[in-house]
Nanobody, 118 residues
Framework: QVQLVESGGGLVQPGGSLRLSCVVS????????MGWYRQAPGRQRDLVAA???????NYADSVKGRFTISRDNAKNTVYLQMNSLKPEDTAVYYC????????????WGQGTQVTVSS
């Protein structure tokens, strides 16, 4: 079973920065498409940023220019650098993996809380 473990969340003031990390178990990380999602209380879980196994990225409009997703295949890790944080970025952030070979599987991390408040 593939496991995803997030870290790096916490409390930060508006305008501050955080870097989230997600370590993925196993030997197939480089073949996975990876993503970061977030879910605020009473809201649905939405995609924040994604990176394919080939390194292509895409972002939600609300975070473009502020967040950067990256991956280090040697460390089985995907990152989310979050700058210029706003109170509306407050949510639980989840790491997501999708296999790119048949059969397709989806995996989630346990989530890490990010709170942006003064």
């Amino acid at each position: 079973q593939v496991q995803l473990v997030e870290s790096g969340g916490g409390l930060v003031q508006p305008g501050g920065s955080l870097r989230l990390s997600c370590v993925v178990s196993g030997s197939s990380f480089s073949t996975y498409d990876m993503g970061w999602y977030r879910q605020a209380p009473g809201r649905q879980r939405d995609l924040v940023a994604a990176i394919t196994s080939g390194g292509s990225t895409n972002y939600a409009d609300s975070v473009k220019g502020r967040f950067t997703i990256s991956r280090d295949n040697a460390k089985n890790t995907v990152y989310l650098q979050m700058n210029s944080l706003k109170p509306e970025d407050t949510a639980v952030y989840y790491c997501h993996a999708r296999t790119t070979f048949f059969p397709v599987h989806y995996y989630w991390g346990q989530g890490t809380q990010v709170t942006v408040s003064s």
